[in-house]
């Protein structure tokens, strides 16, 4: 099993910044793809970015320029540098691991976070 643990949201004023932060711990023999998504009230949880283990990076038209994806591979985290915060940006923040193997050559698992709030305010 692996738990993810998110920290780093909070309240901004437009234009300001934040750092969100996911930790993988549990038993595992590797994590490929570790991403953000996020969930506005009454919308659906939309794919914010994504990194794979050797580092190739997706964003979403709306956050590129803005936001920035890295990881630790070492240290099993992930991390969502989120710069130019628009009022829009308003949301639940949730971390997600997927084609995680528990043990090598077992089947592939997915994983969520329990969220976190960044609220942008105009």
């Not at 630790?72 to 997927?98: F, G, I």
Request: aromatic share 10%; charged share 15%; glycine share 10%.
């Amino acid at each position: 099993q692996v738990q993810l643990v998110e920290s780093g949201g909070g309240l901004v004023q437009a234009g300001g910044s934040l750092r969100l932060s996911c930790a993988a711990s549990g038993s595992f023999s590797s994590i490929n793809v570790m991403a953000w998504y996020r969930q506005a009230p009454g919308e659906q949880r939309e794919l914010v970015a994504s990194i794979t283990s050797p580092g190739d990076t997706t964003y979403a038209d709306s956050v590129k320029g803005r936001f920035t994806i890295s990881r630790v591979n070492a240290k099993n985290t992930v991390y969502l540098q989120m710069d130019s915060l628009k009022p829009e940006d308003t949301a639940v923040y949730y971390c997600y691991t997927s084609r995680v193997y528990l043990r090598v050559g077992g089947p592939e698992h997915v994983y969520w976070g329990q969220g976190t709030q960044v609220t942008v305010s105009s």
